[in-house]
């Protein structure tokens, strides 16, 4: 530390300290999917099933989603991200997705605001509101000074219970007269000189003011809502529009702008009357409704709605099979096809995330096999045969990715991504859909799809660890998932690199960072090796970054892992000693 001897401007340097690169969280599984209700094209975090159902509700029609994360919860997911699509442009088909809505006049039969469901669905049809103009205000005051036409400010008793932007009625038994209050100073009232005071109104008449409100009442089955207070004015904290729009879990409005003056454009008493016109726009949902379009922040749609949440490192989407026998706008396998190679496109342009993929309902295996060879890539597994289910007394079939999704995330958490996704139990099912022999486990395994089997006495359980890449060198999930989160680790620790000086310096904090988090990865037993140089290593210097890709301004870091790969199987050498017979003399 340098010592300072006179009044003056000093300045130390310091060497920044990089914090060292550390594992983020995994195993957070993205759904897509098709709900009752909640936000379209929006990820909402979700720690619970019991959270989903309160979000998003249950659709009656009978979809995948909504068991698939109660899957995914019962087996060890924690949390979870949830995008709902719909069908919501109308190109040719009858049903889109529509909130629920109410148009409320005024007094004179202008339309004044439009109440209107959170969101779209069926769901908001049940919705029910009143509009009421309480009969007695909440509080009343007197006029203290007289008031004389042309005037823009009356001198009142009491300001308590008057905010600015509220609505005041003034009266004395014989006339009254409406204005807004624009600003208050001491016991003086204002408002807007443009509109003043057309009649005089005496002290000692007497003269009363008033605030003039209205009230919104919500309700649901479950749910009941109470706004009051409310105003017409922007300029009010009592807004409806901020009010309610802020608030209520169960609608939105929108102020018409009624052209009526005060008094009449206060919306009219309205009494438990429901909204309607709200679908589900579920039964008309397409693949362009899956896959959606990225054009930005605040314009994501669908699959696309993942590329912003970096948390998610899961994929799956258990809708699509539901959509094909039910939604008019899948017509054939193709259907399913594009969207599950959408999905994959967004694991391998990312490389951070992988993607569990289901084959077609009520198939052999043969078929699931000749669905699995429509895809090779590193970034996706299938399961089969699908999971049964119990609900109500009935057996369900669904698809397993819900239930294999919180698998990975159950070994995530208690072993790391190392440890292979198979040999675990699937909680909160009674049976498979198919049962499978050992030979044709066997086949399907050897060609890239794991299957899921049923142990007498330890349950059904995943039994193939497999992607459904032909390179041999990315055959294993554990292998693929951890490359994606070492490339995370170092995605996210290294962005303060970004402006640094490319020089050899950097070089040499990059590589003391990088060395020290994949030594620490090796300790875990993440990678194989007897020691470091068989484990790992990493290359950062001038070769790597050459001057042309220090002039496009690119530092560029080779690393070489080599990840454990599961044993898949034991092997037993049995001999048996034979006892000769002696030879007779």
Request: proline share 5%.
């Amino acid at each position: 530390m340098s010592i300072l001897r006179s009044p003056g401007v000093y300045f130390e340097t310091k060497d920044r300290k990089a914090a060292p690169i550390q594992l983020g969280r995994s195993g957070i599984a993205g759904f897509i999917g098709l709900t009752k209700m909640g936000p379209l094209n929006t990820p909402v975090h979700i720690t619970s099933y019991d959270t989903f159902v309160e979000v998003f509700g249950s659709l009656r029609v009978g979809s995948h989603l909504d068991r698939s994360v109660k899957g995914y919860f019962d087996n060890g997911g924690r949390e979870c991200y949830i995008v709902r699509i719909a069908h919501i442009r109308d190109r040719g088909r009858k049903e889109v997705a529509k909130k629920a809505n109410l148009r409320v006049r005024d007094a004179v039969g202008e339309p004044t605001l439009v109440m209107k469901a959170k969101n779209e669905g069926e769901w908001g049809n049940t919705i029910t509101v009143d509009v009421d103009i309480p009969a007695k205000a909440k509080v009343t005051t007197l006029l203290t000074l007289d008031l004389h036409a042309g005037q823009n400010v009356a001198t009142i008793k009491s300001t308590h219970g008057f905010k600015i932007g509220s609505c005041i009625k003034i009266f004395d038994g014989e006339k009254d007269e409406y204005k807004t209050i624009i600003d208050i100073q001491g016991k003086e009232i204002f408002w807007s000189a443009e509109d003043p005071i057309r009649q005089d109104f005496k002290s000692y008449a007497p003269t009363y003011i008033e605030p003039v409100e209205f009230e919104i009442k919500v309700l649901t089955l479950y749910h009941r809502e109470h706004f009051t207070e409310l105003s017409m004015s922007p300029l009010s904290e009592s807004y409806f529009v901020r009010v309610v729009n802020k608030q209520s879990q169960l609608i939105e409005v929108e102020d018409l702008k009624s052209p009526s003056p005060l008094p009449d454009s206060i919306p009219q008493d309205i009494e438990a009357t429901k909204l309607s016109g709200g679908s589900d726009g579920v039964r008309t949902v397409t693949p362009e409704d899956f896959i959606g379009l990225n054009v930005g922040p605040g314009e994501r749609y669908g699959l696309a709605a993942f590329e912003a949440i970096t948390d998610v490192d899961i994929l799956a989407c258990p809708d699509l099979m539901w959509c094909l026998d039910n939604s008019v706008g899948f017509r054939t396998l193709k259907d399913v096809e594009i969207v599950q190679h959408a999905m994959v496109t967004q694991c391998e342009k990312y490389k951070e995330r992988f993607a569990i993929l289901d084959v077609p309902p009520g198939k052999g295996h043969i078929s699931a096999l000749q669905w699995r060879l429509l895809f090779d890539t590193a970034y996706a597994a299938f399961y089969f045969p699908w999971v049964v289910i119990e609900e109500d007394g009935d057996r369900l079939a669904v698809p397993p990715s819900g239930f294999i999704a919180g698998v990975y995330s159950r070994c995530d958490r208690r072993f790391g991504v190392h440890k292979p996704p198979a040999n675990e139990s699937i909680e909160g099912v009674v049976d498979v859909e198919t049962v499978l022999q050992d030979h044709d486990i066997a086949y399907i395994n050897s060609e890239g799809v794991n299957a899921l089997k049923s142990f007498p006495s330890r349950g059904i359980r995943v039994w193939g660890a497999r992607t459904v890449s032909s390179d041999p060198q990315q055959q294993f999930i554990n292998v693929r998932r951890i490359l994606n989160t070492i490339i995370r680790a170092m995605s996210t620790s290294l962005e303060w690199v970004v402006f640094e000086p490319n020089d050899p310096r950097l070089w040499k904090t990059i590589i003391r960072l990088t060395n020290g988090f994949l030594m620490e990865l090796w300790r875990k037993g993440m990678f194989k090796g007897r020691n470091v140089g068989e484990a790992f290593y990493i290359k950062c210097d001038d070769e790597t970054n050459t001057a042309a890709e220090r002039k496009e301004g690119r530092v560029i870091i080779e690393a070489g892992v080599a990840p454990v790969r599961p044993a898949e199987f034991i092997v037993f050498r049995v001999s048996q000693e034979i006892e000769e017979e002696e030879e007779p003399i």
